[in-house]
Nanobody
Framework: QVQLVESGGGLVQAGGSLSLSCTAS????????MGWFRQSPGKEREFVAR????????DYADSVRGRFTISEDNAKNTVNLHMINLDSDDTAVYYC??????????WGKGTQVTVSS
């Protein structure tokens, strides 16, 4: 019902910055939140940030608060994640998600972010 496409991943030096984008298509009227999770090899997928659509509420994981900023363009069904002061712990595949009910998330295919020292 909803398709999500991420872009913007890549390789960045420690201390650098990177921005990710996610665009939703399909039945976008069903989306309540959009946001990001990430997963590194050998680790569980972890929450990064989310934003309430057609509102201003944003939530962040403690590990990224103050460094990452999530924003939205509801007219374009797009969310962005601006990341600064990156370090090796931020290396992961970043997955965009759309929350369409209390217990259902729909996922993008992911985009790789690699932070090198």
């Amino acid at each position: 019902q909803v398709q999500l496409v991420e872009s913007g991943g890549g390789l960045v030096q420690a201390g650098g910055s990177l921005s990710l984008s996610c665009t939703a298509s399909g039945r976008t009227v069903s989306i309540n939140y959009m946001g990001w999770f990430r997963q590194s090899p050998g680790k569980e997928r972890e929450f990064v940030a989310r934003i309430l659509r057609r509102g201003r509420r944003a939530d962040y994981a403690d590990s990224v608060r103050g460094r990452f900023t999530i924003s939205e363009d509801n007219a374009k069904n797009t969310v962005n994640l601006h990341m600064i002061n990156l370090d090796s712990d931020d290396t992961a595949v970043y997955y965009c998600y759309a929350q369409v009910s209390a217990d259902v998330k729909l996922w993008g295919k992911g985009t790789q972010v690699t932070v090198s020292s």
